[in-house]
């Protein structure tokens, strides 16, 4: 497979935020896979062990650049998209959005979710939602830029603070 990724590589599994790739073990018998990256994530102090053949499929990446988190911060102080008024379609649209794992899609649905939760309470699957998405992306911050996960959490939340929508 083109891009392997080696041990003591920064990665983002897009479920789970940003990680190290710690180990690449062969998988046992009992196993379906021949090759697993062992990856620690430490903002859930978490350990996966991620398939090598599906790992492109899943989405893994690098990290983003430095240029690209700052676009994606800017985006979180940025207006507001508007999302869907029925909850159904609201919900799909935000998982579809924090599905792809890209860290500009992640921004807006915290974006956008920050600017509905100030128009109304959400709900317990939004809430949930958005607080995983937060961790996603300062893991991912803090991982680009070197600092500790609970700076990255402030900057996040000090970048939704200066929205133009917030009051």
């Known amino acids: 497979m083109a891009g392997e990724f080696t ?6 599994h897009p479920c ?4 190290t790739v710690v180990q690449v073990r062969q998988g046992r018998k009992s196993e379906e896979h021949e090759k697993y ?13 991620l398939p090598v053949e599906t790992a492109q499929e899943i989405g893994l990446r690098q990290l983003v650049s430095m240029s690209t988190m700052n676009r994606a911060l800017d985006i979180l102080s940025s207006p507001p998209a508007e999302l869907p008024k029925d909850y159904r ?13 890209e860290i500009i899609s992640l921004a807006q ?14 709900s317990v699957l939004e809430s949930n939602l958005f607080t995983k998405a937060k961790r996603q992306f300062a893991s991912e911050l803090a991982m680009v830029t070197g600092e500790a996960l609970a700076d990255a959490l402030r900057r996040v939340e000090k970048a939704l603070a200066t929205r133009p929508d917030k009051s």
Do not use: C, F
């Open 89 to 101: 379609e609201r919900h799909s649209v935000i998982v579809a959005s924090m599905q792809n794992g």
């Open 37 to 49: 990256y062992v990856i620690d994530i430490p903002g859930l102090e978490l350990t996966v062990h």
């Open 109 to 122: 649905v915290i974006r956008d979710l920050a600017a509905l939760q100030s128009k109304k309470p959400l």
């Open 7 to 12: 041990v003591g590589e920064k990665v983002v």
């Open 16 to 19: 789970y935020g940003a990680g």
